[in-house]
């Protein structure tokens, strides 16, 4: 049973404002592959430990992740003493953590990375140590003088209705310690069904977990990618530079995904400019995993500085299309990225044959597209095109659809075309239908012995 503490918390708190994050975070966190593995006597290399946070940005540094753009080393749950200081302030493990939390930043940032800490916004964290509850401005500065650069606030023993004011409180603090901190919050995951107001967590929060922990499975993944779908709070709407939708962590490189299943999971949550926060152990990576994580045309897609997530355009069956616009643009439109995802799992290829104007592709010169996982260059399609794409069961094609300059009709034509598709262009999510392929032609699915145009 989850034990409650209810708080007069003062509703007055400025914004954030602290100008981080301005593209999803990239990073590594201890929690889902090393959960609150505390016993070190049995478990050496794998307890929440220091060592166990060194030898990971030591792999950060050495294998090419932080090249690649990854950057944070974060703490999670079970760092902490049972017990806080004589002074009040918080303290990690002693045993655990000899050298002290001061003395990891510094080695952490002596490797050119950042350095991130978990609590929570409750008298206790998930693990049963010492929340912020009572101490949040002490534990703010706490993290200052510590040299944080990201603090995520989970949300275990806490009373929810009291979060629209706590978890603001709390970002004011870390905004007033003058060390820039990005902040991260699970407050809409504690308020699932409860319609979180996603206006004043994207006002207060650098990310935030709308949803369950990631699991080490496809199931997993893909119950998160349904309650991304759905949007049914409107949370897709409010993200963007500075303020991003969480679904967790990568687990690319664990146990329960496929290579093809990591490859939707990058490519999703590469889609859903999701931050990208692996989850794994980078000391036995399988050089395949490691080239997904690594991938720098999936990479560039997620940090797109337009910051548009992506919106499900398409679904019927087991194939489901998503679109996100991305640059570079040409006279008022956009470039995309496409990712089509096959849920099916009878081992054989789905064709998919996808026309470029049914996803709102319309500029006249053209586009130039590219596979990003392979790099293999598809060709030039003009918007009466269709792209034919063969997709492996659980797995996913992501695409990359660049925009060209090329004119290929007169001067008076151009000029008429451009007119159009700028007002097209300007309301071209409105013009999404809300339940993608009710009506919606420009899609042919392809299993074998069936073949049809699916509306």
């Given amino acids: 049973m989850r034990l409650l503490l209810l708080l007069s918390i003062p509703v007055l708190v400025h914004g954030l404002e602290n100008g981080l994050a301005r593209t999803p975070p990239m990073g590594w966190m201890s929690w889902e592959r090393f959960r609150c593995n505390t016993d070190c006597q049995t478990y050496p290399q794998d307890c929440i430990s220091e060592r166990l946070f060194k030898e990971m940005a030591d792999m950060m540094v050495k294998e090419g992740y932080s090249d690649a753009g990854y950057e944070y080393i974060i703490i999670d749950d079970c760092w902490l003493d049972h017990k806080r200081g004589d002074d009040g302030k918080l303290k990690p493990d002693p045993t655990r953590f000899p050298s002290g939390i001061g003395a990891l930043s510094k080695y952490i940032h002596d490797q050119g990375l950042k350095f991130g800490i978990y609590e929570d916004y409750g008298n206790f964290t998930c693990g049963g140590y010492p929340g912020v509850l009572g101490h949040m401005q002490t534990d703010a500065n706490t993290f200052a003088e510590w040299e944080v650069d990201y603090v995520k606030l989970d949300g275990c023993y806490s009373d929810p209705s009291t979060m629209i004011q706590g978890y603001p409180q709390f970002g004011s603090y870390l905004n007033a310690s003058g060390r820039p901190m990005v902040y991260s919050c699970s407050w809409p995951a504690y308020m699932i069904n409860n319609h979180p107001n996603y206006s004043a967590i994207a006002e207060h929060c650098n990310l935030w977990r709308n949803f369950d922990d990631i699991a080490d499975s496809w199931d997993s993944v893909l119950s998160i990618i349904d309650f991304y779908t759905k949007n049914e709070d409107g ?36 889609l859903m400019a999701a931050p990208l926060i692996m989850s794994n152990d980078l000391r036995h990576m399988r050089p395949e995993f490691k080239a997904i994580l690594q991938n720098k045309e999936a990479i560039k897609i997620n940090q797109d500085p337009l910051g548009i997530q992506a919106k499900q ?29 096959n849920r099916w799992a009878e081992g054989t290829p789905i064709r998919v044959q996808v026309s470029l104007k049914s996803l709102g592709l319309t500029n006249v010169g053209g586009y130039t597209a590219k596979d990003v996982f392979s790099g293999v260059p598809l060709g030039t399609f003009s918007p009466e095109d269709t792209i034919t794409l063969d997709v492996n069961p659980t797995s996913i094609r992501f695409i ?4 060209l300059s090329g004119i290929r009709y007169s001067t008076q034509e151009r000029w008429r075309w451009n007119a159009e598709n700028r007002a097209w262009m300007a309301t071209l999510e409105d013009s999404l239908p809300d339940q993608p392929g009710n009506g919606q032609k420009g899609v042919c699915v392809t299993k074998p012995g069936l073949t049809g145009w699916l509306n």
């Fill in 235 to 270: 949370f897709v709407e409010v993200a963007g530079p500075g303020k991003w939708n969480d679904p967790d962590m990568l687990i690319i490189g664990n146990f329960g995904l496929s290579l093809g299943q990591s490859e939707a999971q990058m490519g999703m949550w590469c």
């Fill in 313 to 341: 355009v398409y679904k019927q069956n087991d194939i489901e299309i998503f679109a996100r616009p991305i640059m570079p643009s040409y006279q008022g439109k956009y470039s995309m990225a496409i990712g089509v995802l």
């Fill in 400 to 403: 990359r659809l660049d925009i």
